[in-house]
C-alpha cells in the first residue's frame, strides 16, 4: 500500500532520508519522539511536502501520479486539518457526500450519534476528544483502503485515546484489505493497535519490527558493571547507565535467561525500546 525508498527531505539542521513499506491488511506504526521526523514523513508520502530524493509509491503508483479516482481509496488524519468550527456534522456530512463517491451519508452520521457527536452543534462547541473522533470518522467515512493518520491521538485522555484506537480497530476488522499507517509519540497506543512498528529518531529509522516480537522476545538486562564485562554481547542492542549498574537492550530474551539465571531480566515495552535505541550507546 505504501513503499518509499531513500525518501529524502532537508530543513536546515534537519535532514529525513527513511525507506519503509506497508503491506496490504496491516496497521504499521511510526513511532519516535517529538521532532523526530514523523509529521514530515507522512507528508512527504501524501505529497503534501515535496521530497528532495528517493521514491514514493503509494496504493501501486508513484505519489505524484495519484489520480482525483485514486484519491478516493485514502483517508487522511492530519494534526492540522479539520472543517471550519462554524460547520455542523451535518454541514460537514454534506460535504463529504459531494467529495466521495463511496460516502454513505447514513452509515457517517450513524458513527457521529454512536460517538455522542451532536449534528446540529457548530464544531467550536465541540470538546478537543469530539473534535479528534470527528477526524477520525470523516477519514474512513468513504470506505478508504488505506488510512493514514498522523498523531490522531495527541492531547487526548486516556478514554478519548482507547475510544479513536476501537474505532480504528473496528474499521480494520470489517475487511482484512484495508491498511493503516499510524504515528504517535504514545508508544501504549500503538502497543495493542499495530502489527509492526518503525521507530524514527532524527529523521532516520532506527529499528522495523514486528509488535509481538518486541513485547515476546526484546528485553532490558540490568547487569552491574561488572558483570557486564563478563556478558556474552552478541544480542546486545544497545547499553546506558542506570543507576549504579547498566541497561541493556537485546531481542534475545530467552537467550539471556537460559544462560544468565541470576541476571535481573526486565519485559521490554515500546517506551522502553524508543528510550534505549535513541539514548543507549552501540557495544
Given at each position: ?32 519522539k517529538?521532532?523526530?521526523g514523523?509529521?514530515t ?16 509509491e503509494?496504493?501501486g503508483k508513484?505519489?505524484?501520479?495519484l ?7 485514502l ?8 472543517f471550519?468550527n462554524?460547520?455542523?456534522?451535518k454541514d ?14 447514513k452509515?457517517?452520521?450513524n ?5 455522542k457527536?451532536?449534528e ?15 477526524r ?13 493518520m498522523?498523531?490522531p491521538?495527541s492531547?487526548?485522555?486516556?478514554e478519548?485515546?482507547?475510544e ?6 473496528d ?9 493503516i ?10 502497543e495493542?493497535?499495530?502489527?509492526d512498528?518503525?521507530?524514527i529518531h532524527?529523521g532516520r529509522?532506527?529499528?522495523h519490527?514486528?509488535?509481538?516480537v518486541i513485547?515476546?522476545e526484546y528485553?532490558?538486562l540490568?547487569p552491574s ?8 554481547q552478541?544480542y ?9 549498574g547498566?541497561?541493556?537492550l537485546t ?9 544468565y539465571?541470576g541476571m535481573?531480566i ?8 524508543i ?9
Amino acid at each position: 500500500m505504501i513503499k518509499a525508498k531513500n525518501l529524502s527531505k532537508n530543513y536546515g539542521d534537519f535532514s529525513l532520508n527513511i525507506s519503509m513499506e506497508l503491506p496490504e491488511g496491516r496497521i504499521t506504526g511510526l513511532i519516535g519522539k517529538n521532532g523526530a521526523g514523523k509529521s514530515t514523513t507522512i507528508k512527504s508520502i501524501l505529497g503534501l511536502v515535496v521530497p528532495d530524493g528517493g521514491s514514493v509509491e503509494v496504493l501501486g503508483k508513484e505519489a505524484k501520479d495519484l489520480t482525483a479516482k485514486d484519491r478516493q481509496n485514502l483517508g487522511v488524519t492530519l494534526a492540522d486539518s479539520g472543517f471550519s468550527n462554524y460547520l455542523t456534522v451535518k454541514d460537514v456530512a454534506n460535504i463529504l457526500d459531494k467529495m466521495y463517491e463511496k460516502f454513505d451519508k447514513k452509515t457517517f452520521l450513524n458513527r457521529c450519534r454512536e460517538q455522542k457527536l451532536p449534528e446540529s452543534k457548530q464544531i467550536r462547541q465541540f470538546s478537543t476528544g469530539m473534535k479528534a473522533k470527528l477526524r477520525v470518522l470523516v477519514a474512513l467515512s468513504h470506505d478508504a483502503k488505506l488510512l493514514i493518520m498522523d498523531e490522531p491521538t495527541s492531547g487526548l485522555d486516556v478514554e478519548a485515546r482507547n475510544e479513536i484506537l476501537d474505532i480504528l480497530r473496528d474499521y480494520l476488522a470489517e475487511n482484512e484489505n484495508r491498511s493503516i499507517l499510524i504515528t504517535s509519540h504514545i508508544a501504549t497506543d500503538l502497543e495493542g493497535l499495530c502489527d509492526d512498528i518503525y521507530l524514527i529518531h532524527n529523521g532516520r529509522i532506527l529499528l522495523h519490527e514486528e509488535t509481538d516480537v518486541i513485547l515476546s522476545e526484546y528485553a532490558v538486562l540490568k547487569p552491574s558493571v561488572q558483570e557486564l564485562e563478563k556478558l556474552d554481547q552478541q544480542y546486545i542492542l544497545k547499553t546506558a547507565k542506570d543507576g549504579f549498574g547498566m541497561a541493556c537492550l537485546t531481542n534475545q530474551k530467552q537467550f539471556y535467561a537460559e544462560n544468565y539465571p541470576g541476571m535481573v531480566i526486565e519485559n521490554c515495552g515500546i517506551d522502553d525500546l524508543i528510550l534505549m535505541m535513541t539514548g543507549g550507546k552501540k557495544r
